[in-house]
């Protein structure tokens, strides 16, 4: 079976600190994404990655940035959190043509004070 | 930008009814995926269907996909309380780099 973990279910952090969300998929995929989810607003994308040391700017990036320095692992950074920032933050991870489908990790639901 | 909208936004029912939830889209597509979120989990892959397939089956699941009419519909035959949970449907277009576009999602819930 195909896993994508993310590091943490639950995150609370204080606006401005610098804040890492890391995601790990074991299936050896060449795409993965971040999203955030929001009432009312659905899934939208922040990034995504089709490689290694690849990034790409999704529907809402500003604030975000991303890191990929190897093909399991995809870290999504906030550089300074802000209150509207507080989120569901789910990772996925795909095969990189586009006819499959993506396979998301539990989610990481932040909060920021 | 959200592209596929579901319809119902919520639906309720009984346990041994079927639910059927629609989605529309805006442009063309490569193909459409179901996804199913249980609450504050991740979204879990139910089924995809290409653009040239009208219908396709997996186990309680019939979805139809009308690229004339730029819609899709799941049915989920003889619910049960299990199947409570939030739908989406996601759409992948050919020129948008094999990026998911999902809707806003149908609240399902199955009463015992």
């Known amino acids: 079976d195909v896993k994508v973990t993310q590091s943490s279910r639950y995150l609370v952090k204080r606006t401005g600190e610098k804040v890492f969300l890391e995601c790990v998929q074991d299936?050896?995929?060449?795409?993965m994404f971040w999203y955030r989810q929001d009432p009312g607003l659905g899934l939208r994308l922040i990034y995504f990655?089709?490689?290694?040391?690849?990034?790409e700017k999704g529907d809402i990036p500003e604030g975000y940035s991303v890191s990929r320095e190897k093909k399991e692992r995809f870290s999504l950074i906030l550089e300074s959190a802000s209150t509207n920032q507080t989120s569901m933050y789910l990772c996925?991870?795909?095969?990189?043509?586009?006819?499959?489908?993506?396979?998301f990790g539990p989610g990481t639901r932040l909060t920021v004070l | 930008s959200q592209q596929g909208e579901e319809d119902p936004q919520a639906l309720s029912i009984q346990e041994g009814e079927n639910a059927t939830m629609n989605c529309s889209y805006k442009?063309?597509?490569?193909?459409l995926q179901w996804y199913r979120q249980n609450s504050g989990r991740g979204l879990v892959h139910l089924i995809l269907?290409?653009?040239?397939?009208r219908e396709k089956h997996s186990g309680r699941l019939r979805v139809t996909l009308d690229t004339s009419k730029k819609s899709s519909s799941l049915l989920i035959t003889a619910s049960r309380a299990a199947d409570t949970a939030s739908y989406f449907c996601?759409?992948?277009?050919?020129?948008?780099?094999?990026?998911?576009?999902f809707g806003q999602g149908t609240e399902l819930s199955v009463k015992p």
């Open positions: 996925a991870s795909s095969l990189r043509t586009v006819i499959f489908e993506q396979f």
């Open positions: 299936m050896d995929h060449e795409n």
């Open positions: 990655s089709y490689d290694v040391k690849m990034k």
């Open positions: 442009t063309s597509i490569n193909n």
């Open positions: 269907i290409r653009s040239n397939e």
């Open positions: 996601a759409t992948v277009n050919d020129n948008q780099g094999g990026k998911l576009i």
